[in-house]
């Protein structure tokens, strides 16, 4: 095979950056987003690509949809089957239940026509037998793949009386297990006409059978998701309790062991999805929503299938509530499990094993893919554009994706052609906006092959009118697009005249963001004294971890900080220093540096206390500013990520905080016995802070709060009264006034000596 080397479509990213005209202001960091794995891809969307299980994206089978029947308007899937010729038999309800068939050319035709509103399922046995079942009701038909006449194409295979009939299964002798709604009953029909009761679950539906080679019945059921075997004697054995509410398929793998499948999605009950079938010509049930003669009512269980025979349709789900997830075990033959993948985005519909890839084929919703299981590694082997794939049945060329809405049915197309497809990757956010980078992609190409890139932008988070046309990369890698915030990228594969294919192993696109001004916000002077110790600060660190100067007493210790305390966000006590504190963020995520002055109210003039800080607090003596009141501003700068001359700055200020390092001046204004009592008295002054405590004690025993002699003590000037009971021998009498910015002073006299 004839091929190019690895190709780099791309340029350095200053001449990406150059050739873009330049916006105002300077640009921050650039940044690169890189799609390199499976889990990167699969983030996007493919049109005739697929995804290998190790994250290649490369070209892959092109599936063709022929128009359906105007009949088939409105209808909804319920399942499909196909037999060996490649007809794809497709289960439909809606208002009218219908068996439509896909012949191998892709024409589709009605082939049955129920009387029921709902044909739930259906099911292909190795001789090309047709069954298919009706809801409500639960109803079964054996279908004349040659009958001409769809209301007269089926035969009665056996009446249920259950609500639904939602899986079928054919054991090697032609008898037809039906797994049924509403009571968890699994039925059984031979080829007289009647059904009868085989098994019954602890669950409220059967969703799905299968049959092994040694006759077990194998079946998944829906509201509680366990997977039983059933024995020809009808008796039941749970092999997995999954925590996924329904069981929606299961296959047969290699050595005997079991595939099973799980979800979880939220979808309305059954009883919400039926009502009248739209068909005058067609008899209606005996009322709509009440079960006829026979019948057991709808159940309230759930499960998973999108349908209504409502002529008004009911409005769609919304986005977090048609997605869902999904688990797939392996049941080994002695009961061992192992749990196989899990999906936790999207969910599976159906299953089945595909003996020519080895794999278990995955048809799933909400983005229409269809996956192959392969040794616990997953590959993406197509994606359509209906929503939700119900089934992937067996066709020649590979399989047929049917989907849950019109068309239905889509076939490979002849030949298996994989000349053309495209890869639109998820939409890029830049946070703000930007402008275009390079765009550049790691690979494979084959000669006569091409990969063509190309990318838009807009402003909106979803793509829409509103964005740039698509644009390819320059000669220097350069993708022109306007600057925006959202940026997408697109890859169109063309395979050689020979079907050799490209492959792209990784896609870089760069875009570099309009820098953004910082903010500072919430700049706060604390209460003076309180600091904060940097980050690993240590108990030899000059702070002292004293919160309060009294705490312990009339003589309060001073203790270094006690190991193993962290020290960074505990508001610890200095006398004759102050904090100030403040929030800055940048809207690019650049690192931040800070600049801390001070400005005397009045003045002009700013004085740096602390530069280029990256801490959003500083803790300062202020001991070098005279006592007055004083501004803080904090200055906040980007420049460690950005060019020089790029850099952005902003500032905020704080309130006016008063320093004041001067402590109140006690004056003894008289010291006399009255009766039994002593009572000293002072005036306490200070020049720029009210007062805010005054405690007296006698000889050291404990400080007693006082009260100003006006009642309330918060002035510049107050006087204070010690009155205490004589003592037995001398003592010494204090008073200490402590002022708002924490300094306090104190006064004492001794007795009986200095008082008359």
């Not at 493919?46 to 299980?53: H, I, M, Q, R, V």
């Not at 004293?546 to 193993?564: C, H, I, M, Y």
Request: hydrophobic residues 40%; contains cysteine; aromatic residues 6%.
């Amino acid at each position: 095979m004839s091929q190019l080397p690895i190709r780099s479509v791309a340029a350095g990213l200053a001449l990406a950056l150059g050739f873009t005209p330049a916006l105002p202001l300077g640009a921050a960091s650039t940044r690169l987003s890189t799609t390199a794995s499976a889990r990167d891809f699969l983030a996007g969307d493919l049109d005739g690509t697929t995804l290998t299980s190790d994250g290649r994206l490369t070209l892959g089978p092109v599936f063709t949809a022929r128009a359906w029947p105007e009949e088939a308007a409105g209808a909804v899937v319920f399942g499909a089957a196909s037999d060996s010729a490649g007809r794809v038999y497709v289960a439909t309800g809606g208002g009218q239940g219908r068996l439509f068939v896909s012949e191998p050319d892709g024409t589709v035709r009605v082939l049955f026509e129920a009387q029921e509103p709902n044909v739930t399922a259906v099911a292909v046995g190795r001789g090309g037998e047709i069954v298919c079942g009706t809801s409500p009701g639960g109803r079964l038909w054996r279908v004349d793949p040659k009958a001409k006449e769809p209301s007269k194409a089926g035969t009665p295979a056996g009446e249920t009386g259950e609500a639904a009939v939602w899986s079928l299964a054919f054991a090697p002798d032609g008898t037809v297990f039906a797994g049924t709604g509403g009571k968890g009953r699994i039925w059984k029909a031979g080829r007289n006409g009647r059904a009868s009761l085989h098994a019954e679950v602890e669950d409220s539906h059967v969703r799905s059978l299968l049959v092994l080679g040694d006759g077990t019945l194998v079946a998944g059921t829906s509201d509680h998701g366990l997977v039983v075997a059933v024995t020809a004697e009808g008796k039941v054995r749970t092999l997995h309790d999954f925590a996924r509410p329904e069981v929606t398929a299961l296959a047969l793998g290699p050595g005997g062991a079991v595939l099973a499948v799980a979800t979880s999605v939220e979808v309305p009950p059954l009883s919400q999805q039926r009502s009248e079938p739209r068909s005058p010509g067609v008899p209606a049930p005996s009322s709509a929503g009440a079960p006829g003669p026979g019948q057991d009512p709808v159940p309230q269980g759930t499960v998973s299938v999108s349908a209504t025979t409502s002529p008004v349709r009911p409005a769609a789900a919304s986005a977090a509530s048609r997605e869902g997830s999904a688990e797939v075990v392996v049941i080994a033959p002695d009961g061992f499990v192992e749990p196989a993948w899990i999906l936790p985005e999207e969910t599976v519909y159906g299953a089945r094993w595909d003996e020519g890839r080895g794999a278990l084929l995955l048809a799933t919703g909400p983005r229409g893919r269809v996956y192959s299981l392969k040794d616990r590694r997953l590959r993406l082997e197509a994606q359509v554009d209906q929503k939700q794939v119900v089934s992937t049945p067996a066709v020649p060329g590979g399989f047929a994706v049917v989907s849950a809405t019109s068309p239905g049915v889509q076939r490979p197309a002849a030949g298996n052609a994989v000349g053309k497809g495209n890869y639109t990757s998820s939409v890029r956010d830049a946070g703000r906006l930007s402008r275009s980078g390079s765009l550049r992609f790691e690979g494979t190409v084959p000669k006569g092959a091409s990969v063509v890139l190309s990318a838009r932008s807009g402003n909106s988070e979803k793509p829409d009118g509103t964005w740039s046309e698509w644009v390819q990369p320059g000669p220097a890698g350069v993708f022109g697009a306007p600057p925006a915030r959202y940026f997408q990228w697109r890859a169109e594969l063309s395979a050689a005249a020979s079907g050799e294919a490209p492959v792209v192993e990784r896609v870089e696109m760069s875009w570099a963001e309009r820098n953004a001004r910082p903010i500072v916000e919430n700049v706060t002077v604390l209460e003076p004294g309180a600091v904060f110790p940097r980050s690993g600060a240590t108990s030899g660190s000059a702070v002292l971890s004293v919160t309060n100067p009294d705490e312990n007493g009339a003589f309060a210790g001073l203790e270094s900080q006690k190991e193993g305390i962290e020290a960074t966000g505990k508001k610890l006590f200095r006398k004759g220093f102050r904090t100030v504190t403040w929030k800055g963020t940048d809207p690019n995520g650049d690192a931040l540096r800070y600049d801390l002055e001070v400005r005397r109210d009045g003045s002009p003039s700013w004085f740096a206390i602390r530069r280029d800080v990256d801490d959003s607090f500083v803790s300062f003596d202020t001991t070098p500013l005279p006592d007055g009141r004083y501004r803080f501003r904090v200055t906040a700068s980007d420049k460690t990520s950005n060019a020089e001359g790029e850099a952005l700055v902003a500032t905020e200020e704080s309130d006016l905080a008063l320093v004041d390092a001067t402590p109140p001046v006690l004056t003894v204004v008289e010291r006399k016995l009255v009766g039994d009592l002593v009572l000293l008295r002072v005036k306490a002054v200070d020049a720029l802070s009210p007062l805010s405590r005054a405690e007296g004690t006698v000889s050291a025993d404990r400080w007693r709060p006082l009260a100003a002699a006006d009642g309330a003590l918060d002035g510049r000037e107050e006087e204070l009264t010690l009155s205490v009971p004589k003592p037995a021998g001398p003592a010494l009498l204090a008073i200490r006034a402590v002022d708002a910015s924490g300094n306090s002073s104190s006064v004492s006299a001794e007795y009986p000596g200095e008082f008359r």
